[in-house]
T-cell receptor, first 111, second 115 residues
Framework: KQEVTQIPAALSVPEGENLVLNCSFT??????LQWFRQDPGKGLTSLLL?????REQTSGRLNASLDKSSGRSTLYIAASQPGDSATYLC??????????FGSGTRLLVRP | DAGVTQSPTHLIKTRGQQVTLRCSPK?????VSWYQQALGQGPQFIFQ???????QRGNFPDRFSGHQFPNYSSELNVNALLLGDSALYLC??????????????FGPGTRLTVL
């Protein structure tokens, strides 16, 4: 059974700092991995999708990497801003069906 | 281009009642998935619909049922509501016809409170 773990559960950093969010999974036979952002009480916004054959994806200040052999993905946020404060969720799928989510990392960027 | 839309945004019900939540997928998408998110947790997969049929189901009881219409919109029905059904219900859409690698796009959710 696939298990997805996100560490840390919460993170508080000063504005401008570069930071890394971690996601680990137990079954490396994945189809893809997605990183999402969720603001309090809101839906999920897709940030990056990494196909199983890819190693990383970049969008603006965000960079996500995938290492299937070690069961890990990281989301790197450069030059963090207060507007980046949110919960970040990683989710993976083994097919075109369901996503399996971690519990998320709550990020606070202090001005 | 409208994204995924859900209605209503909030709903308050009492135990034992029934509820229907609605979802319209992103334009061009043909697949709808439903997720339940309890406070402080990641979303849990309920089921997925494609071509008006349930393709896969998560670990949820039969009180949870769904439907997909010819225009790809979908409904989630929950019968005999329990206090534990209080959660944010999220709808996600994707396309099996495109090489989208199952990228799923989520709606704003419906907050269900069961009293």
């Amino acid at each position: 059974k696939q298990e997805v773990t996100q560490i840390p559960a919460a993170l508080s950093v000063p504005e401008g700092e570069n930071l890394v969010l971690n996601c680990s999974f137990t079954d490396s036979a994945i189809y893809n991995l997605q990183w999402f952002r969720q603001d309090p009480g809101k839906g999920l916004t897709s940030l990056l999708l990494i196909q199983s054959s890819q190693r990383e994806q970049t969008s603006g200040r965000l960079n996500a990497s995938l290492d299937k052999s070690s069961g890990r993905s990281t989301l790197y946020i450069a030059a963090s801003q207060p507007g980046d404060s949110a919960t970040y969720l990683c989710a993976l799928s083994h097919s075109s069906y369901k996503l399996i989510f971690g519990s998320g990392t709550r990020l606070l960027v202090r001005p | 281009d409208a994204g995924v839309t859900q209605s209503p945004t909030h709903l308050i019900k009492t135990r034992g009642q029934q509820v229907t939540l609605r979802c319209s997928p992103k334009s061009g998408h043909d697949t709808v998935s439903w997720y339940q998110q309890a406070l402080g947790q990641g979303p849990q997969f309920i089921f997925q619909y494609y071509e008006e049929e349930e393709r896969q189901r998560g670990n949820f009881p039969d009180r949870f049922s769904g439907h997909q219409f010819p225009n790809y919109s979908s409904e989630l029905n929950v019968n005999a509501l329990l206090l534990g059904d209080s959660a944010l219900y999220l709808c996600a859409s994707s396309s099996l016809l495109e090489r989208s690698y199952n990228e799923q796009f989520f709606g704003p959710g419906t907050r269900l409170t069961v009293l």
